[in-house]
């Protein structure tokens, strides 16, 4: 299994909610419309104020949600991400990033994902 976890923060003025309502509504369906399905397509919103801390002095965090994708092999990613890279999507995408994410502070990281029960 092949696992990326990507930080989203919010575009500046636009409230949590506000920003959740369009991720779902707006954004997810375009996604879904373009690209291939995916083996597991998550996303986790963070809870304003946060409910614990570890420290007496957490810093921001810098992004709202952490959204997280799967896949089933190396070739299927390279797959995704060669057509998510492609003019056509980039097309429809981009400007539809530009209404809710700040796209200079997206970060994907590809994980080695462990799960238990």
Same mark, same amino acid.
């Given at each position: 299994?092949?696992? !990326? =976890?990507? +930080?989203?923060?919010?575009?500046?003025? =636009?409230?949590?909610?506000?920003?959740?309502? /369009?991720?779902? @509504?707006?954004?997810?369906? +375009?996604?879904?419309? =373009? *690209?291939?399905? +995916?083996?597991? #397509? %998550?996303? &986790? /919103? +963070?809870?304003?104020? #946060?409910? #614990?801390?570890?420290?007496? &002095?957490?810093?921001?965090?810098? !992004?709202?949600? $952490?959204?997280?994708?799967?896949?089933? @092999? %190396?070739?299927?990613?390279?797959?995704?991400?060669?057509?998510? *890279?492609?003019?056509?999507?980039?097309? %429809?995408? $981009?400007? @539809?990033?530009?209404?809710?994410?700040?796209?200079? &502070? $997206? %970060?994907? !990281?590809?994980?080695? #994902?462990?799960?238990?029960?």
């Amino acid at each position: 299994m092949i696992v !990326f =976890l990507i +930080l989203i923060p919010r575009k500046k003025g =636009l409230t949590q909610q506000q920003f959740v309502d /369009y991720y779902e @509504d707006v954004h997810v369906p +375009l996604v879904q419309k =373009l *690209m291939p399905p +995916l083996v597991f #397509y %998550r996303r &986790n /919103y +963070l809870q304003t104020p #946060y409910s #614990y801390t570890l420290t007496q &002095n957490d810093p921001p965090l810098g !992004f709202d949600v $952490i959204t997280e994708i799967r896949f089933e @092999d %190396r070739s299927s990613a390279d797959q995704w991400f060669a057509k998510w *890279m492609s003019e056509p999507v980039r097309e %429809r995408i $981009i400007p @539809d990033e530009m209404n809710h994410v700040d796209r200079d &502070n $997206i %970060r994907v !990281f590809e994980v080695d #994902y462990h799960g238990s029960l």
